[in-house]
């Protein structure tokens, strides 16, 4: 027991001190926050030349205050086409648009846009709706219609649940859609830290192996201290490395905001006319709804929830890992081998992820209740909806189930790695690792 | 007392027995060889003896004790195929190994930097084992062998892939080692090292013992009183009879079979009376090599 400790320190030293580690731990979450920011900083920007566009208003609706909108400048000095046409081919502006008159009884309203270059999606978008809002106002006033009864009949609906036998559980429209979000994201990030690590153990195991470096350490230690210390040695350096990013995001993020942040948000919204008109409509309301989003998130049970956050991810951990070793040790460098039996093992994982997905939109269908309770897709499964509250037997079996499972699976592990990795020069089918099991 | 004693040790694989009823017995401060062919279950009792693997049947006692798992700390093994961690550097690589063999960090210090001194390879310490040499990597695995003072050392092929200068070096370390009363097991495929290091031996084959003994008493019991004698002059005519059976006639010398029930006195009387100058009267006796192909070859047939 006390030579699974060197290990385990060996494990966890060598990978912690790599230059990988180093270079995956700070710039993993470096290049997530340099990512948004330039997608922000691109955004916000959207197209950098400035154009001067001419606008023939023959309704007069436009407000000649306005004189530009993001990178459009306007030109209200002309009053007809060829005049403007004639300064266009002169290279003056960009380009005519022409208002032509409003018939109230149409839905549609056709502008032309004079000019041989199209504008950019984006440009045409933000135009249209600006004048959409400008046709409205025209057509509310020559319609005769109150504005305030239009507000009216634009209902806005919302369906808010409200408990019935348990008066203290709190809950509300938006508490499902944010625990259904943190769910998802935990699920979806605890599979490709499973796969990540999972595979770590292997490669560790095969290297001992082909470099016949296990026959010197079996000697010395039990094959099944051997594989543990790997498997609690890589783990390690998986919760040092999770705990690492989730310090330097936010670290690097709260510098990231205070940057160019508020900005980079505003302009994001800005990008598309349709959330701005909204945002612009709704000010108050969609600040209301933020807040409450972060009071939902603050409000999660997060005592109860980060330990069994914790605890899913070793017991996947460990299954995969355990697994993977049983794999490695079987396969040494015959890479084909390795490529197909990991493929098998990785099936559960990716299956339960896809039922990870289904859960967010239905946590207490019965797919998504018993696969957070069977082995290999719970570890999964039952994190994405244990933000939605699901019954305490429910996570209650899941545990003992998932427990059981990690013990077996060790141990039958344990029996192929010890056969396993002493074997040279013999194909590991499948069949060859029932065999083994019972050597 | 011996350091190792085996006593009708079975290892039973699926289809084969790779050791099939091995008894026999290292004295203390010997140099043992351990022969046989390939496949032969060298490498399958040398796991028995390292506690690898169990063996099925019989019962095995290092330094006058049943196995158990302190018994690693006593024996120091150089398996035949090489092992290192290719991307670690080479002195904490002999650090963690020699804690896995139960040495304190600061006495797996002292002790890897006194071989290393003593190898002058001190420099070595933060360099990874990929960017050695295969030899210089050798080095680094028989420190690893050797580091915790092991009162039994088990070599597998031990010069394999070094050049004749560390090989002598690894030679005269082992010779220093089994003098200052470290036992040492040999296995290996190359007699003229069996004859030139090991004092006793054990050849396996199929799993059984075939031969042991001296070394000396071996050559002995298969010698065939085949003599070979340099002169100049003429050799005797009438020298061909019952007693003696000329192997080969050469200008300056002759091989002599003495037949069953004469002896080498005989011969010589037989010569000497002659015309002719004998200038060297030596008894050939078999190699290891011969006598290994011979053994084994018979039970292969």
């Given at each position: ?112 846009y004079h000019s041989d270059n199209q504008l950019a999606i984006d440009e045409s978008e933000s135009l249209k709706s600006m004048f959409r809002k400008k046709v409205r106002n025209y057509k509310i006033q020559k319609l005769g219609i109150d504005e305030t009864q239009l507000k009216l009949i ?286 | ?301």
């Amino acid at each position: 027991m006390n030579n699974i400790k060197h290990v385990i320190a060996r494990e966890y030293f060598t990978r912690v001190k790599s230059k990988t580690f180093l270079l995956t731990t700070f710039l993993a979450p470096l290049a997530f926050i340099f990512f948004f920011g330039i997608l922000g900083f691109l955004l916000s920007r959207g197209s950098d030349d400035e154009k001067k566009i001419a606008i023939i208003d023959n309704v007069g609706i436009v407000d000649k205050s306005q004189v530009e909108r993001r990178n459009i400048k306007f030109d209200y000095s002309y009053n007809n086409l060829d005049q403007a046409l004639k300064d266009y081919k002169e290279d003056k502006i960009e380009g005519v648009i022409v208002l032509p008159a409003i018939d109230i009884n149409t839905e549609r309203y056709e502008m032309i846009y004079h000019s041989d270059n199209q504008l950019a999606i984006d440009e045409s978008e933000s135009l249209k709706s600006m004048f959409r809002k400008k046709v409205r106002n025209y057509k509310i006033q020559k319609l005769g219609i109150d504005e305030t009864q239009l507000k009216l009949i634009d209902t806005k609906i919302d369906l808010e649940p409200k408990t019935v036998v348990d008066k203290d559980k709190k809950i509300s429209s938006i508490t499902s859609a944010v625990s259904a979000g943190i769910g998802g994201f935990v699920g979806y990030a605890l599979f490709f830290i499973i796969i990540i690590y999972g595979s770590q153990v292997m490669r560790s195991v095969t290297e001992e192996k082909i470099n016949r470096i296990v026959e010197v350490l079996i000697s010395t230690i039990k094959p099944f201290d051997l594989m543990m210390g790997k498997v609690i040695g890589v783990g390690l350096v998986g919760l040092t490395q999770i705990t690492m990013w989730m310090i330097l995001i936010v670290i690097f993020s709260t510098i990231g905001f205070s940057f160019f942040g508020p900005d980079a948000v505003e302009s994001v919204a800005q990008t598309s006319p349709e959330i701005m008109a909204e945002v612009q409509n709704s000010a108050p309301e969609a600040k209301d709804k933020m807040a409450s989003v972060i009071q939902e998130i603050v409000s999660i049970s997060w005592f109860k929830i980060l330990p069994l956050y914790l605890f899913y991810f070793l017991i996947g951990y460990f299954t995969y890992a355990a697994l993977f070793a049983a794999i490695g040790s079987a396969v040494g460098d015959d890479i084909q081998e390795a490529q197909s039996l990991t493929m098998i093992a990785t099936l559960p994982l990716v299956i339960s992820m896809y039922i990870g997905f289904s859960a967010v939109t239905s946590p207490n269908s019965s797919l998504s209740v018993w696969s957070s309770i069977l082995p290999f897709t719970a570890p999964v499964v039952m994190p994405v909806r244990l933000p939605l509250d699901p019954p305490l037997w429910q996570i209650l079996l899941s545990m003992v189930v998932s427990i059981l499972t990690v013990v077996i699976l060790i141990w039958l592990a344990a029996k192929i790695y010890r056969v396993g990795i002493l074997m040279y020069g013999k194909k590991a089918s499948i069949k060859e690792l029932f065999k083994w099991m019972t050597y | 007392m011996s350091i190792l004693s085996l006593r009708n040790v079975v290892k039973q694989y699926h289809n084969h027995r790779a050791v099939d009823d091995v008894s026999f017995d290292v004295p203390y401060g010997s140099i043992f060889g351990l022969l046989g062919p390939n496949g032969a279950g060298k490498t399958s009792l040398i796991r028995i003896i390292t506690t690898i693997t169990a063996a099925d049947a019989g019962s095995v006692m290092v330094d006058g004790k049943p196995l158990d798992n302190l018994t690693p700390r006593q024996i120091g093994y150089l398996p035949e195929e090489r092992g290192l961690y290719k991307k670690m550097k080479v002195g904490d690589q002999l650090m963690f190994l020699a804690q896995l063999k139960g040495l304190s960090k600061p006495d797996a210090r002292s002790k890897i930097e006194h071989w290393f001194k003593k190898f002058e390879i001190s420099d070595w310490w933060n360099k990874k084992v990929d960017e050695l040499s295969k030899g210089m990597q050798q080095k680094v695995q028989f420190v690893a062998t050797v580091m915790h003072e092991p009162k039994l050392l088990i070599l597998d092929e031990p010069f394999s892939g070094l050049d004749p200068i560390n090989t002598n070096l690894i030679k005269d370390e082992i010779h220093r080692l089994n003098e200052n009363g470290t036992s040492i097991i040999f296995s290996t495929h190359r007699m003229e090292q069996v004859e030139e290091i090991c004092k006793e031996i054990v050849l396996i084959d199929k799993g059984r013992i075939i031969l042991e003994g001296q070394v000396d008493q071996i050559k002995n019991d298969y010698k065939e009183n085949i003599f070979r004698i340099g002169f100049r002059g003429k050799m005797p005519a009438n020298l061909i009879g019952s007693q003696f059976e000329i192997l080969r006639d050469e200008a300056d010398h002759v091989m002599i079979k003495i037949k069953d029930g004469y002896s080498s006195n005989e011969l010589l009387s037989a010569l000497i009376d002659h015309d002719m100058q004998i200038e060297s009267y030596n008894e050939i006796k078999p190699t290891l090599n011969e006598i290994f192909i011979r053994k084994v070859g018979s039970s292969h047939e």
